[in-house]
């Protein structure tokens, strides 16, 4: 029986009639997202068209996940919304604060004891307002959604960007801050622009080494980190048709990683066969009777160009194995070419680590292919040359495969088995040696491989791969190893090959776990208090952003002009950082340093204006606040590329920037920094972005005017007295230039105006 079957047969109910509207006042075909979408319409029944690309749209999600390190600060603002319970389905998942270090039992052991308080304070607010809780060890978010919430044509949010794994079950499920979270929890409206669509064909079929990762990670190669933003992908052929459920979701998964509003796949079989190996047969039930309605329409299929902004067409039979990286996750290289590309580029070819699992690559699929590999170490009398790591998705899937066996043969291959968390993934990985930062070379089956994010050290360089490619790569420690064609030496001294991996889709013999790791909330929360202590290092209670003063911005002082990459771990970093989340004024003390200073190439080193020393990020915009001074953030291109996180805009705002100014931005930073009452702003001339310097002051002169479609224009005084005009575009409508107003839209809602 599956949670909310309800709300789910309530989606199907409406979808017929909503969906053959919408496909009578479109005038054509639809897509499956357009389908979605269209049912998911905040005032019901279509009754327009909307421009892709253009149009700001109210949608009505049917849930909401949030998993506890950036639920910390959703839930601290939902208490602000005054609200006696959430208005819809909603999960808190506690996966982000356990760090990897020793093994399974220690690690999760210690997280317990170290962030009892912040467990504590989820679980109650969580029982206060009617939020399903899923226990530290139950699993990463991103597999438990799967597992137990995603459905065939819902719409979902959540708080991590690879919320987007739920599409590999049909739905439109988008990553987004924890203020759009508390939106929807609240009852209300949820904004985003319609997006563009972009159709991938699949046709042929995977085979031998190659995997559903190698289609993502392809196809990062050809979009690169920021080709899908502002549009959803969505897979379709015989190639999307002939693949697993949970594979399905290891691309849409990764679809965040080329800037993707989200990434969706057509209801079929698979997906059938997953719903009910999860004991989920009413979904799936309830999906076989409108499942014309839960896929695109055939003639979107048969004619893509005409339907999709964009469409690439792949041929699963020719795909090759591939490894994406270092340190960014669109740098594809087929693994034939892998020896003579890291030789080229000097990358380090022996293999420290390589590490298995995380929400893109931790179902029993997964774990059973690479196990067929891991069984080879014995079977050819092998020994492995890297230290290697599995991360269990779920409590489900770890105790499903040591039923089947599994652990033990990784086990036999001297492998470590991690708590069901993200770890090392998200940087919490208590990596041995990492202090020393040596350069060196890691493997590994997750989504990004930022500089810095696995272990803290930048000189090492990680590379993204299949689960099953990885394992080999973990036997061989070697970068330019291609199971494919190479042999390696037994402890006989004969060469031997790798066999292709093989593995079920789904286990013979069902899923079982003794505790799955679920707390239902109580039935009446009422009587239930949520205590935060004014000491706490850890959890600090929210007081609002002050609303704008109605005057332009003036003598404003640049703090930094951010060079090149900038994601959300340049501006807030993860790490042992997560300890601080529900904290927004220790958290602070992490903004932006990871970003480059343009001017000095180094990190965290800033000028302070008002002293003429150089300082920490974060020193210098607490003494530029002090001061009564406010300040502004210029970037690049695609800035706050990466996670969710919306404390890479609460921070900024709480440290009295008033301005991010930039060439471009991530879909869900910019959204972030709109709703916590900031001006996200982008070059009209991206090369006035080298006319900024070092010293300047900076005035808006017609902020007061502030306006849909009106560009605002700024004054760069420099130090000699000289001054640059420059123009900056923005995206804000009536509603978000209301949160400016008023601070935020947070305050909004607390004031019972949204």
């Known amino acids: 029986m599956a949670f909310d079957i309800e709300m789910i047969k309530k989606v199907y109910d409406n979808m017929t009639s909503r969906v ?55 839930l601290l603002q939902f208490m602000h919304a005054g609200k006696a319970q959430v208005a819809v389905p909603t999960t808190v998942h506690c ?56 459905f065939p044509g819902g719409m979902m949010i959540g708080t991590d960007s690879h919320t987007v794994n739920a599409g590999g079950l049909g739905m439109v499920a988008i990553g987004v801050g924890g203020a759009d979270a508390v939106d929807v929890m609240s009852g209300m409206a949820w904004e985003l622009k319609f997006p ?30 920021k080709g899908g933003t502002g549009a959803i992908v969505e897979y379709f052929g015989e190639g999307a048709t002939s693949m697993s459920c949970t594979g399905k979701g290891t691309i849409c998964n990764m679809g965040a990683e080329i800037g993707a509003t989200t990434s969706t796949f057509g209801y079929d079989a698979s997906m059938g066969r997953y719903l009910r190996s999860t004991n989920r047969a009413d979904v799936a039930d309830a999906a076989d009777k409108v499942a014309d309605y839960l896929t695109g329409d055939p003639e979107v299929y048969a004619n893509p160009e005409k339907y999709f902004d964009q469409v690439i067409e792949i041929n699963l039979s020719e795909l090759e194995p591939h490894l994406n990286g270092p340190f960014t996750p669109d740098l594809a290289t087929p693994i034939s070419k892998m020896k003579e590309t890291a030789i080229k580029n000097n990358w380090p070819l022996k293999i420290e680590v390589a590490l298995i699992g995380s929400c893109t690559n931790s179902s029993y699929e997964d774990i059973a292919r690479a196990a067929s590999i891991a069984k080879q170490v014995t079977d050819k009398k092998l020994k492995i040359k890297s230290k290697f790591t599995i991360t269990p998705g779920s ?16 086990d036999k291959m001297g492998a470590t088995v991690f708590a069901n968390a993200c770890g090392p993934c998200i940087g919490m990985w208590d990596r041995e040696g990492a202090e020393k930062e ?63 991996p093989t593995g079920d889709e789904l286990p013979k013999n069902g899923f079982d776990a003794e505790d799955p790791g679920f707390q239902a909330p109580a039935a009446d929360g009422s009587g239930i208090q949520v205590s935060v202590s004014e000491t706490s290092e850890r959890l600090q209670l929210l007081a609002p952003f ?40 220790n958290i602070s003390n992490n903004m932006l340093i990871g970003a480059i200073n343009a001017f000095n190439q180094k990190t965290n080193t800033v000028k302070n204006q008002l002293t003429g020393v150089y300082d920490a990020v974060p020193a210098v915009a607490r003494a530029y606040k002090a001061a009564g001074v406010p300040s502004i953030v210029v970037g690049d291109h695609n800035y706050g590329e990466g996670s969710s996180r919306e404390h890479a805009a609460m921070e ?47 005035n808006f002169t017609d902020l007061v005017d502030f306006a849909p479609g009106k560009p605002l224009t700024i004054e760069f005084v420099h130090e000699d007295g000289s001054k640059d005009i420059i123009m900056a575009n923005h995206t804000y409508n009536e509603g978000q230039i209301g949160w400016f107003v008023a601070g935020s839209a947070l305050n909004l809602i607390a004031a019972g105006k949204a």
């Not at 509207?21 to 019901?44: C, F, M, Q, S």
């Not at 489900?396 to 599994?406: A, L, M, P, S, W």
Request: glycine fraction near 8%; hydrophobic fraction near 40%.
């Open 196 to 225: 563009k669509l972009i159709g991938v064909k699949l046709i042929g079929k995977l085979s031998g080494w190659t995997a559903p990762k190698d289609v993502i990670l392809k196809v990062a190669g050809i979009l690169t980190v």
């Open 652 to 698: 900024p705002r709480f440290l009295g920037v008033k301005a991010v100014l930039v060439k471009s931005f991530a879909r869900i930073h910019e959204t972030n920094l709109k709703k916590q009452g900031l001006l996200g702003l982008t070059f009209a001339n991206e090369a006035d972005y080298d006319k900024i310097q070092e010293n300047d002051t900076i």
């Open 546 to 585: 002050a609303p704008w003063d109605g005057k332009n911005i003036t003598s404003a002082k640049l703090l930094i002009k951010a060079f090149g990459k900038c994601t959300t771990d340049h501006i807030s970093m993860a790490g042992p950082w997560l300890r601080f989340r529900g904290h927004l004024d």
């Open 395 to 410: 409590e489900v899937v770890r105790y499903t495969i040591e039923r089947d066996g599994f652990i033990d043969i990784f």
């Open 20 to 74: 053959d509207a919408a496909r009578e006042i479109v005038g054509h075909p639809l897509t499956l997202t357009e389908k979605i979408l269209y049912n998911h319409l905040w005032d019901g029944k279509p009754s327009k068209a909307f421009a892709r690309g253009t149009d700001y749209v109210d949608f009505s999600p049917d849930r909401v996940a949030c998993q506890d390190a950036t639920a910390q600060m959703a």
């Open 438 to 500: 040596e350069r060196n070379t890691i493997v590994h089956s997750f989504n990004r491989n930022f500089s810095k994010r696995a272990d803290g050290n930048p000189n090492t360089m990680a590379f993204v791969g299949s689960p099953e490619l990885v394992t080999a790569m973990a036997i061989a420690g070697d970068l330019g190893f291609n199971p494919l064609t190479d042999t390696l030496i037994n402890e006989d001294g004969e060469e031997v090959m790798l066999e292709a």
């Open 95 to 150: 996966d982000h604060l356990i760090q990897a270090k020793v093994d399974a039992v220690t690690d999760l052991a210690r997280a317990k004891t170290q962030s009892n308080e912040v467990f504590d304070f989820l679980s109650s607010v969580s029982d206060k307002y009617g939020i399903g809780f899923w226990k530290p060890g139950a699993g990463i978010i991103h597999q438990v959604v799967l597992e137990n919430y995603a």
